[in-house]
């Protein structure tokens, strides 16, 4: 059976697999999934409109990679995906991911259509329906369309230190602070834990709520979203891919209107982080900013 996989990708990748007909994974997961004669559809991360850029046929089974090859690996002087598989060239072109998003069946939450793009694999790691495949496959024999691609953040240099600004700790049984006022109080915990801490942080074409790291790791270990209303469907696919892409570990903070739809959407869609995310209850945040901030002050006064 032919499996047809949407595999997300970056600018500087994309024109590897074009002149090289090669792509890699850095999961076993990911690798063990593909099979000889499957199909890739190449999503062009970071371009503006989101589009489609290609199929390919994977060819016969994985190699082993010894030596760095995709600009990512250059630059850090090491392999980070071993896994690379041999491509043969079915259809180039570009095609309005975004347009097509209403009519792709795969896409079930048209609000959040983005979130099935994400991933080394997208659509949460499973492929799509061969009626997808075919809409795709006749959207890419059109003339191309124009876009641009955004240029790429640059992370892993610590933020300039930041002064903290104090902020007003909300009562507890009242109703829950903003999403932007939990979402700094995270921020804040971590730089009060002296680690890096960014708010905004991007994975591919979405932002984490918040993401902690040291001064050397240069990727989050840690990752925060914060759910008080909106797409929760989507604040879950962010996290599970910050789990695929980095191994953060995921956090997320919401309510109690929230925490049975999250528990049954772990138990499903997104099985895979299930053992490894906690939900927090926006009170705890609140209280342990709350503990933190008195604990920082104390120890500036005794100049610790």
């Given at each position: 059976m032919v499996n047809l996989w949407i595999v997300p990708t970056s600018p500087d990748a994309?024109?590897?697999?074009?002149?090289?007909?090669?792509?890699?994974?850095?999961?076993?997961?990911d690798r063990d999934k593909i099979q000889a004669n499957d199909k890739a559809i190449f999503y062009l991360i970071g371009s503006n409109p989101p589009v489609f850029v290609g199929i390919f046929d994977f060819i016969g089974s994985w190699e082993e990679a010894k030596e760095p090859f995709w600009p990512s690996e250059k630059a850090e002087g090491r392999v980070i995906y071993p896994w690379r598989f041999r491509l043969s060239t079915l259809k180039v072109g570009a095609a309005d991911a975004r347009k097509?998003?209403?009519?792709?069946?795969?896409?079930?939450?048209?609000?959040?259509?983005?979130?099935y793009l994400v991933g080394s694999l997208a659509n949460f790691g499973r492929p799509i329906p061969e009626c997808d495949y075919q809409l795709i496959f006749d959207e890419l024999t059109k003339p191309p369309i124009t876009y641009q691609v955004k240029p790429p953040t640059r992370h892993g240099m610590p933020p300039p230190t930041r002064v903290l600004r104090r902020r007003?700790?909300?009562q507890l049984r009242g109703p829950p602070?903003?999403?932007?006022?939990?979402?700094?109080?995270?921020?804040?915990i971590g730089l009060m834990k002296r680690l890096v801490a960014e708010i905004e942080f991007p994975i591919n074409s979405l932002r984490i709520d918040v993401a902690w790291h040291t001064e050397v790791q240069k990727m989050p270990s840690y990752v925060w979203e914060v759910h008080i209303g909106g797409n929760?469907?989507?604040?879950?696919?962010?996290?599970?891919?910050?789990?695929?892409?980095?191994?953060a570990e995921p956090f997320l903070v919401t309510t109690e209107k929230f925490e049975d739809?999250?528990?049954s959407l772990l138990g499903g869609t997104f099985h895979e982080i299930k053992p490894h995310i906690r939900i927090i209850h926006w009170n705890d945040i609140v209280k342990y900013y709350r503990l933190l901030t008195e604990a920082t002050d104390i120890e500036k006064k005794l100049r610790l």
């Amino acid at each position: 059976m032919v499996n047809l996989w949407i595999v997300p990708t970056s600018p500087d990748a994309w024109g590897l697999v074009q002149e090289h007909n090669v792509y890699a994974f850095s999961r076993k997961g990911d690798r063990d999934k593909i099979q000889a004669n499957d199909k890739a559809i190449f999503y062009l991360i970071g371009s503006n409109p989101p589009v489609f850029v290609g199929i390919f046929d994977f060819i016969g089974s994985w190699e082993e990679a010894k030596e760095p090859f995709w600009p990512s690996e250059k630059a850090e002087g090491r392999v980070i995906y071993p896994w690379r598989f041999r491509l043969s060239t079915l259809k180039v072109g570009a095609a309005d991911a975004r347009k097509m998003s209403r009519q792709l069946s795969f896409i079930e939450n048209k609000q959040g259509w983005s979130v099935y793009l994400v991933g080394s694999l997208a659509n949460f790691g499973r492929p799509i329906p061969e009626c997808d495949y075919q809409l795709i496959f006749d959207e890419l024999t059109k003339p191309p369309i124009t876009y641009q691609v955004k240029p790429p953040t640059r992370h892993g240099m610590p933020p300039p230190t930041r002064v903290l600004r104090r902020r007003k700790i909300p009562q507890l049984r009242g109703p829950p602070p903003s999403h932007n006022e939990l979402r700094d109080m995270i921020r804040d915990i971590g730089l009060m834990k002296r680690l890096v801490a960014e708010i905004e942080f991007p994975i591919n074409s979405l932002r984490i709520d918040v993401a902690w790291h040291t001064e050397v790791q240069k990727m989050p270990s840690y990752v925060w979203e914060v759910h008080i209303g909106g797409n929760f469907y989507e604040a879950l696919a962010k996290l599970k891919h910050a789990w695929d892409y980095w191994r953060a570990e995921p956090f997320l903070v919401t309510t109690e209107k929230f925490e049975d739809e999250a528990r049954s959407l772990l138990g499903g869609t997104f099985h895979e982080i299930k053992p490894h995310i906690r939900i927090i209850h926006w009170n705890d945040i609140v209280k342990y900013y709350r503990l933190l901030t008195e604990a920082t002050d104390i120890e500036k006064k005794l100049r610790l």
